[in-house]
């Protein structure tokens, strides 16, 4: 089983929809990234998180330490937003300060 | 002004050739990371570097050898390329307990023949 699950995989909405992607994690974390990838391009960071809840423009990002969960919250979805979304963590028992990266969810929000 | 940059961008190597690929950073970070990413397997580490001549493997090093002989260089070398390692790798960086995040190269897209 992987440390880092992301729900789900793939995700197709509407322009404007509410959209959320939800990461579970198994280990302890420090801290939990989020990060998005454009078709055939790099790789930003939208959020770090070790508690509670940080908003950035339409993004909203959460996390419950004990239950081991994490949400990205996208409002007023825009065909701009198309793109994966990993969700990364940094174990708390990492001496090289890695990170170990879910799968990604694939989003297309259609106009 | 990207703070780290990745080069080449596209390669194309015939199999059994050296290949090796540069990270350079501006931002004076200690730590640096090569990734490669895979369909189905997201982004998983080759090796990371710590500090000048300071480096430790990855889960998928074999294959693979990297050097950091100055904070702002780390290089990756495939020593004789092979069709598996066909991929996109990514370089990163972070300071210390990655405080203030990770940045991310561009992506190296290499391609095995």
């Known amino acids: 089983k992987n440390e880092v699950e992301q729900s789900p995989q793939n995700l197709t909405a509407q322009e404007g929809e509410f959209i959320t992607i939800n990461c579970s994690y198994s280990?302890?974390?420090?801290?939990l990234h989020w990060l998005q990838q454009h078709p055939g391009g790099g790789i930003v960071s939208l959020f770090m998180?070790?508690?509670g809840k940080k908003k950035h423009g339409r993004l909203i990002a959460t996390i419950n330490i004990q239950e081991k969960h994490s949400s990205l919250h996208i409002t007023a979805s825009h065909p701009r937003d198309s793109a994966v979304y990993i969700c990364?963590?940094?174990?708390?028992?990492?001496?090289?300060?890695?990170?170990?990266f879910g799968g990604g969810t694939r989003l297309m929000v259609k106009p | 002004d990207a703070g780290i940059t990745q080069s080449p961008r596209h390669k194309v190597t015939e199999t059994g050739t050296p290949v090796t690929l540069r990270c350079h950073q501006t931002?004076?970070?200690?730590?640096m990371y090569w990734y490669r990413q895979d369909p189905g397997h997201g982004l998983r580490l080759i090796h990371y570097?710590?500090?000048?001549?300071?480096?430790d493997k990855g889960e998928v090093s074999d294959g693979y050898s990297v050097s950091r002989s100055k904070t702002e260089d780390f290089l990756l070398t495939l020593e004789s390329a092979t069709s598996s390692q066909t991929s996109v790798y990514f370089c990163?960086?972070?300071?210390?307990?990655?405080?203030?995040?990770?940045?991310f190269g561009s992506g190296t897209r290499l391609t095995v023949v």
């Open positions: 990163a960086i972070s300071s210390d307990r990655g405080i203030h995040g990770y940045t």
């Open positions: 570097s710590y500090g000048v001549k300071d480096t």
């Open positions: 931002e004076n970070h200690r730590y």
């Open positions: 280990v302890g974390i420090s801290a």
């Open positions: 998180l070790s508690s």
């Open positions: 990364a963590v940094r174990r708390v028992d990492n001496a090289g300060n890695m990170l170990t």
